[in-house]
């Protein structure tokens, strides 16, 4: 599966404008998967910032309490090295 991920990625880098990657990622995601997608990458930035409790993200972005504590605990559970990289991707 591994190689077809990195297929993926590149992909995307392959095609940096908005409108192509729009189109891909119609293509590759329904609009739910899109909306869980980016809710995820809501919740890591909010986790991250640390201005919010679990419970505030939830209430204020219409986020389960689910998602929220498997991001808190994947975040917690990244060694320090892959949360500065992380911290720097989305931050």
């Not at 297929?7 to 880098?13: F, R, S, Y």
């Not at 189109?23 to 329904?30: A, H, N, V």
């Not at 609009?31 to 939830?58: C, D, H, M, N, T």
């Amino acid at each position: 599966m591994r190689p077809q991920w990195k297929a993926v990625q590149q992909l995307i880098l392959e095609h940096p404008q908005n409108e192509q990657l729009d189109c891909l990622f119609e293509l590759l995601l329904t609009e739910e998967e899109r909306q869980a997608f980016a809710g995820r990458l809501k919740v890591f930035q909010l986790l991250l910032e640390g201005q919010l409790s679990q419970r505030q993200i939830a209430a204020e972005y219409g986020i389960s309490i689910a998602t929220i504590t498997r991001c808190s605990n994947y975040l917690k559970n990244m060694s320090a090295p892959t949360l500065a990289n992380v911290q720097a991707l989305i931050l």
